[in-house]
Structure formats: C-alpha cells, structure tokens
C-alpha cells in the first residue's frame, strides 16, 4: 500500500527525528497519521478499504483524523455516545466528536462508534468515514492554550450515512482495536518529546552561560547545573524505557504496562524540563521569543492527550494488580 514493510521500531526512529521540529504541534499532527489514526486499519481493515483510505494517507494526499474523544467522553472511551446504526448496507451516523486533531482539513475519520446496545467494552466499531459526506459539521477549530500549528476541531453527526464495508475488521471489536492503536500512539507520543527536552536543556545551558547575576553566570550556580543535568539523566531513562518497550513490542508481546509507564513519566517529565528551565531564562522564558515558552505551553498537552496521567495510573495498578477487589 505504499508503505516500506518496516517494523514499528523506524516508527519511533521517525518519531524521535520529528521532535527536531521547532514545535510540538507538527509532530503531533504527522504522529496522527502516522500512529493513531492508521494502525487498526493497517492490521485489520480489508484490502479494499486499505486501498481507498490507507494508500493515500501514507502518500500524503490524504489527511488521516482519530475520532475518539467526546465532549462528556475524553480518557473514559467506553463513556461515547456517538452511535452507527445499521440499515440496510449502510450506518447511519449521529453525535460529535471534541479535540480532534486536524478535523478541520482531514479527507477521512477513523471513528469509533456504538454499534450496538450490548456492554461498552462489545459494542463499539471502528469505521473509515469520508469527511466529506452530507451531515457532517465541523462546527469550529479550538483555540487552544499551545499546539497552535495544529488544527484541533469540534465536529457534529447529524444522519451521515457510510457503507457498512467501512468497517474495520470485525462489528463490536472497536474497543479492542482502538486500545491497540492507543499502544501505538503512546509509545510515539514518548519518542516525540524527546528531543524537544533535549533541545530546551541545551538551549537553556547556552542561554545560562552568557546570562550574568550578580556578577557571574547563572549557569555557574550549583542549584542550576545540577538540575540540568539531573533533567538530563531522567530524559536518558525516559528514553531506555521507550526502546525496551518498543523492542519488546516489535516482538509480538503485551506492552500495555511499559507504554502507560512512558506515557505517564513523558507527560511528568515534560512539565518537569520546561518549567524548570523557563525558570532559568528568568523574564526572557515569560517571552513568545524563545522555544522554552512555546515548549511550555505546547508540551503541556501530553499528561493530557491519549490518555491522562490518571488513566495511565490506573492501567499500571491494574497490571501490577494493585487496585481493590470487587
């Protein structure tokens, strides 16, 4: 389909080379069509379905979107409303979607929906959704606190209708699916933000340096290059634990643990890096001039996005079978 036949592991060597970018919203948006909104149709969906939505979005004249998250619905996936019904060999469409990243200019959704009444872990299903069909509103683009050279959109349902061979794999395995895509997602969230701590560590250690209180550089301050250099350690962690993960996951194994633990601690450490450090530029970090401030505010986003800081503790817990018994 277009693809180089590689393993999940050049996702993440890609993944890493994009936090290179100046900001984290491009990243996000590649990382979007690269690990969140593919993944289960690359692995499950039909060849015909792969040729019409998947070939072009890995050529790039498609833009891919995840339609998860809902107003009342974000980390609570099994909570959405949105509901596909079937008639005849058609669904037909109605709720909304909320935070959908490019939604504003994407071709097609992966969407997931209720198909059925039955359990919400059974009665969900994942289904490629032209963007262009009648009923389909996207009613504005977020003004959002960072990521703002990203496209985040709230977008409406009212009577769209899809084929129903714009399914996914199998009708009620949309929750399974998506959990798998979200391992991907997890794991590629990590690898973005790498760099961008690497760069704003360095950047704030060149910026110490040549910045002079009280009469000598505030770099030359013991509580200052301690702490860069404690940040810089913890990145390397964040780091071996990703590629342990990765390495693991190429191997056909259950990482569930192990990415909720990056994500957690990538969501953590990003607060950690860019605060301390916008600490140190002192008034020039309160600027919209240096990449700290941007960083900031941009990278604030990921003990948010793909699953809270507080879901990825209750998924740990869970695997460490730690929670209370029922």
Known sequence: ???????????????????????????MAVGVQTGMATPALTRFGS?????????PTIA????????VSEAGAGSDVANIKTTAVRKGDEYVINGGKMWITSGSQADWMCLLANTSEGPPHQNKSLICLPMNLPG???AKKIDKLGMRSSDTAQIFFEDVRVPCKNLIGEEGKGFTYQMLQFQEERLLGVALVLAPMETVIQETIDYTRERKVFGQPVLHNQTVHFRLAELATEVELLRSLLHRAVALYVEGNDVTKLASMAKLKAGRLTREVTDSCLQFWGGMGF???????????????????????????????KYMEILPRK
Not at 47 to 55: A, M, S, V
């Open 47 to 55: 060849h015909e379905l792969k040729k019409q939505f998947l070939l």
């Open 287 to 317: 600027t919209n001039e240096v990449l700290v401030s941007r960083l900031y505010r941009d990278l604030r986003l990921i003990s948010i996005g793909g699953g809270t800081d507080e879901t990825m503790l209750s998924i740990i817990c």
């Open 136 to 138: 389909i509103h996207v």
């Open 1 to 27: 389909y277009g693809g180089m036949g590689l393993d999940f592991s050049y996702n993440i060597a890609v993944a890493e080379e994009l936090g290179n970018i100046r900001c984290a919203g491009i990243p």
């Open 60 to 67: 790039g004249d498609f833009v891919a979107c995840l339609g």
